[in-house]
């Protein structure tokens, strides 16, 4: 069984209608993006909490073997490489227990966003298109959609209109550009609208994106 710490909590006003969901990518942890909370147009938002788990430690092929925080172990990261399944749904069985808890708080599942970059958002993708109630939406960067071949079987009806951001860098050298524009083609193949941001950056985020991401939370949230 995993160990997972408690994650970090931001909270932009008093008593929170909304929430972010915010995974971040392998050997990082929930502090990686806990900066840019304030560099979003914040004051466009309702009171919203953010939340940035820390992935459980574990070791990740890819890189040796290594022991790392990582919310699945990654064998290659090409179209046709092996996945750790168990290891995927074990993270996304956690990420909607962080769901339920928001639920228990009193933020309505339409108010509640699903974030992730690299890793972190392959995760919240598969659990946003599998959740069997209707999330605010899913945003997803610099990532790729894992199970693709399981979606299908396994997708969820109250998210088949999910608003969906999804943003990579043309010169990304860690997960290639080819992967997430191919996991664009099948989510658009099963009738997912996709709000696609290209930027010319390596496997990071940049300024533009982060304004863009603002833009597009505070329609997803808007009251």
């Known amino acids: 069984m995993l160990s997972y710490r408690a994650p970090l909590e931001v909270e932009t006003g008093d008593s929170p209608t909304a929430s972010v969901i915010w995974l971040h990518g392998l050997g990082a942890n929930g502090f990686d993006f806990l900066p840019i909370v304030d560099e979003l147009a914040v004051a466009r938002l309702p009171p919203t909490r953010f939340i940035f788990p820390h992935a459980a ?8 073997g290594y022991v790392m925080p990582s919310w699945y172990d990654i064998i290659g990261l090409h179209a046709d490489a092996p996945e750790d399944e168990a290891g995927i749904r074990a993270s996304v069985a956690y990420l909607d227990r962080l769901i339920e808890r928001e639920l228990q708080r009193g933020v309505i599942s339409r108010r509640i966003v ?9 995760i919240a993708l598969n659990s946003a298109l599998r959740y069997p109630q209707p999330l605010a939406g899913a945003l997803i960067l610099s990532s790729y959609l894992g199970l693709k071949h399981r979606l299908a079987a396994e997708a969820s009806t109250a998210n088949r209109t999910l608003p969906i951001f999804m943003a990579h860098g043309a010169a990304d050298d860690i997960v290639p550009y080819t992967l997430a524009d191919g996991s664009r083609a099948i989510l658009a193949k099963l009738g997912y609208g996709v709000e696609w941001h290209e930027y010319a950056m390596p496997h990071t985020v940049c300024a533009q994106e982060v304004a863009d991401i603002g833009n597009w939370l505070a329609k997803v949230l808007a009251v």
């Open 114 to 122: 699903l974030a992730g970059f690299s890793q972190g958002g392959n």
């Open 57 to 64: 430690e574990q070791p990740v092929t890819l890189n040796g």
